[in-house]
């Protein structure tokens, strides 16, 4: 099974900018997509981007379209996420996790059938 270690977290300022990197180890095949989550104190873990491990598909959540680019080297690790803009809705803890169930992703999904998570890296947003 995969499993995933998230870094790049930290203090950013609005405006700035900051890449988030998620490194894979283990059994790397099998999934669908890697997805970012981001978890905010009081609130359920929800999705903010993601990318088709068959073709590089990318999706987004409305509140970072425009703003967050996931990507990936070609030979498919690590997994970035690049945050520009950064707004205070924003801040929280950040994990990526593997999907094995598939999709449709759109712009919203849930973190059923993803796995792998990692420890996750804390963004926080702060003029």
């Known amino acids: 099974h995969v499993q995933f270690v998230e870094s790049g977290g930290g203090l950013v300022q609005p405006e700035g900018s900051l890449r988030l990197s998620c490194v894979a180890s283990?059994?790397?095949?099998?999934?669908?997509?890697i997805g970012w989550f981001c978890e905010i104190p009081g609130k359920e873990r929800e999705g903010v981007s993601c990318?088709?491990?068959?073709?590089?598909?990318?999706y987004y959540a409305d509140f970072v379209k425009g703003r967050f680019t996931i990507s990936r080297d070609k030979d498919k690790h690590p997994t970035y996420l690049q945050m520009n803009s950064p707004t205070p809705e924003d801040p929280g803890v950040y994990y990526c996790?593997?999907?094995?169930?598939?999709?449709?992703?759109?712009?919203?999904?849930?973190?059923?059938?993803?796995?792998?998570w990692g420890p996750g890296t804390q963004v926080t947003v702060s003029s």
């Open positions: 283990g059994f790397t095949l099998g999934y669908y997509a």
């Open positions: 996790a593997a999907d094995y169930l598939g999709p449709p992703y759109g712009t919203t999904w849930s973190e059923t059938g993803f796995g792998g």
């Open positions: 990318i088709s491990s068959r073709d590089d598909s990318t």
